[in-house]
């Protein structure tokens, strides 16, 4: 199976700008999806395929893909955006999950 | 409203068994594609199982041989039968349903997670 590899930890300032990343050899054929979990919570995935948002998930959280790296933009993030956010996709063989090692995003 | 409920987990010696269940509500289960996702205390995200709508059921080589999931349609419920259990098993385990697309796979919703400690 493939490795999905991300930042251990990101900071950002409050209302900045800030792009989480992840990469692996299988985002060449698979979208990335990103989940948000906070402490003592179950994660809740904020960004699906191309760049597809769940029904509650507010508009400044974005996704996008370049080669083998996919990314997760939060444009303008709030305090409440401070939580560790993971990427996952299909393995190589298509028949397995792998997930990122996950990014802890600090808001300053 | 679409709901996912795990029970099941516990504390077990290594080497023990457990069975995790997940009831879900607001869609069914045979339906869909359903996985089992766990996470370790303070660790990140570690995929365990898929079963798909068709029955055909996928590991990860961590738990491969020792894991086994499984659904009851007329119960609408997600089982993980868990074997041979190791120290390293030892996590919160957390059901979903997996949402599938064009060039993608994701989790949504999840459950709030059963935690399953391996020690003796």
């Known amino acids: 199976s493939s490795e999905l590899t991300q930042d251990p930890a990101v900071s950002v300032a409050l209302g900045q700008t800030v792009r989480i990343t992840c990469q692996g050899d299988?985002?060449?054929?698979?979208?990335a999806s990103w989940y948000q979990q906070k402490p003592g919570q179950a994660p809740v995935l904020v960004i699906y395929g191309k760049n597809n948002r769940p029904s509650g998930i507010p508009d400044r959280f974005s996704g996008s893909s370049s080669g083998n790296t996919a990314s997760l933009t939060i444009t303008g993030a709030q305090a409440e955006d401070e939580a560790d956010y993971y990427c996952?996709?299909?393995?190589?063989?298509?028949?397995?999950?792998?997930f990122g090692g996950g990014t802890k995003l600090t808001v300053l | 409203e679409v709901q996912l409920v795990e029970s099941g987990g516990g504390l077990v010696q290594p080497g023990g068994s457990l069975r995790l269940s997940c009831a879900a509500s607001g869609f069914t289960v045979s339906s869909n594609y359903m996985s089992w996702v766990r996470q370790a205390p303070g660790k990140g995200l570690e995929w365990v199982s898929v079963i798909y709508s068709g029955g055909s059921t996928y590991y990860a080589d961590s738990v491969k041989g020792r894991f086994t999931i499984s659904r009851d349609n007329s119960k609408n419920t997600l089982y993980l039968q868990m074997n041979s259990l190791r120290a390293e098993d030892t996590a919160v385990y957390y059901c979903?349903?997996?949402?599938?697309?064009?060039?993608?796979?994701?989790?949504?919703?999840w459950g709030q997670g059963t935690l399953v400690t391996v020690s003796s």
């Open positions: 979903a349903r997996v949402r599938v697309g064009f060039g993608e796979l994701s989790f949504d919703p």
């Open positions: 299988s985002l060449r054929s698979y979208y």
């Open positions: 996952n996709s299909r393995d190589s063989s298509g028949n397995l999950v792998v």
